[in-house]
């Protein structure tokens, strides 16, 4: 459908992957690995290309073969708590999030997958690899949030934050959604911007930001890598806070029915 080759075309564009070359077609066997994609739904996103990367061949799959690496995920439960701990609640997110991970160019082969040619459903199917971490590798998640883990320590080490707020960032980032809480404007606006920056130094793009306060939003556009007004919460409609409703204009959150006990 229109909406898929739209997703999927946006790897290249983007250049999250890649059209094989044709005198690279060939792999030794061992050495490459074609996976499976579906489109997967979101009631507040774009849809998203997952790869099923657990299908097996022969008996061999691409994640049963990988390390999945540790969980790195900070405590959720901590994160909510701190997150109403403040006055000046603002939340943020990472765009394309795994997308931003590079993979070893030799790695690249492993994470093959077909295409139609020009996106003509009639013309030939070409190969593609991905560049990048993808959705549905068992160790995407660890190898991103370390990513962003080596990103702040390199910027305690050059001087750009200390130590202190960046295990702060760290600790209220919950993959790619950060959730934080500051007694004043001033200080939420200070450190929005400068986690902002520090992360683009990676290219990762803090985007999407919310706030309980307005004036934080506004002042966030201040920065070279800022990103359009589309993207940002101007207004008081309800959030989703890590799966949680947030109603920004009350800055309260809102829960569903609970279960019913037996």
Known sequence: CREYTKAITKYEAN???????LKELHVQPGKGSWLCHHGVKHERKDLRIVFDASRKCNGISLNGSIMQGPDLLSSLLGILLRFRQRPIAVSADIASFFHCVRTPPEDADFARYCWFKDNDPDGPVVDYRMRCHLFGGISSQCCSVYSVWRTLDDAVHAGAIDEQE?????????????LRSYDTVAEAVRSSLLAKEILWNSKFNLTKFASSHHEVVKAIPGVACSEPLKDMQLDDQPKSALGITWDI????FIYGKFPEEN
């Open 15 to 21: 250049n999250f992957s890649e059209q094989v070359p």
């Open 166 to 178: 960046a295990v702060q960032i760290l600790r209220d980032l919950y993959s790619d959604d950060l």
């Open 249 to 252: 204009a009350r800055d309260e």
